[in-house]
């Protein structure tokens, strides 16, 4: 085997091709790359490799290697480039034109943390203030006052977390009070 067989996974060389069942090796669409953009750092091109190849568009990194190592060096030799398949090119460059959320159903959003959830952080946070009284007390009485405003929705398992949780920060007050007096 003295020629040159792509191993990208943009090329559509598979291991089925090396057993000689897929296309003629000398097939140009077996070596037909472009490069569609290149970027100085490494973690911008596989940004836009996993961009690509979400969209379906097979993609790899050339030079990733060399930048990962000695990042000095991506001035000198291009940078990281991204590499499709020559009938890829259009589409990976329309794909990476296209912002990333295009509708506003899509948009990110944070989740609204469950009462549960806000029972837990207050125990864990009296437990905190057993340590650093202010900071920890702060917190747990805000998480507690969210919890036992919605305690009905509580769980039996939250219920005692937060039972437990006012206890603590009950006693570390009074003993905080005790050793100001």
Do not use: N
Not at 60 to 79: D, E, K, M, Y
Not at 118 to 131: D, K, Q, T
């Amino acid at each position: 085997m003295s020629e040159q067989l792509p191993s990208s996974a943009a090329s559509p060389l598979s291991l089925a091709d090396l057993d000689g069942e897929g296309p003629d090796r000398g097939s140009p669409e077996l070596v037909d790359e472009e490069i569609v953009a290149a970027f100085d750092s490494l973690w911008q091109a596989e940004l836009v490799r996993g961009r690509l190849e979400a969209s379906g568009i097979a993609a790899r990194l050339l030079g990733a290697h060399t930048v990962g190592l000695a990042s000095h060096l991506a001035p000198v030799i291009g940078g990281v480039k991204v590499v499709v398949a020559t009938k890829d090119a259009g589409e990976a460059r329309a794909v990476m034109l296209t912002p990333a959320l295009l509708d506003d159903d899509a948009t990110p959003t944070r989740p609204e943390p469950q009462v549960d959830d806000v029972a837990r952080w207050a125990l864990r946070l009296s437990v905190l203030g057993i340590f650093l009284p202010v900071i920890g007390q702060i917190g747990s009485f805000s998480f507690v006052l969210q919890a036992f405003s919605r305690r009905r929705a509580l769980s039996g398992r939250a219920r005692v977390q937060l039972a437990v949780a006012i206890a603590v920060d009950v006693g570390v007050l009074v003993a905080l009070v005790a050793s100001l007096a």
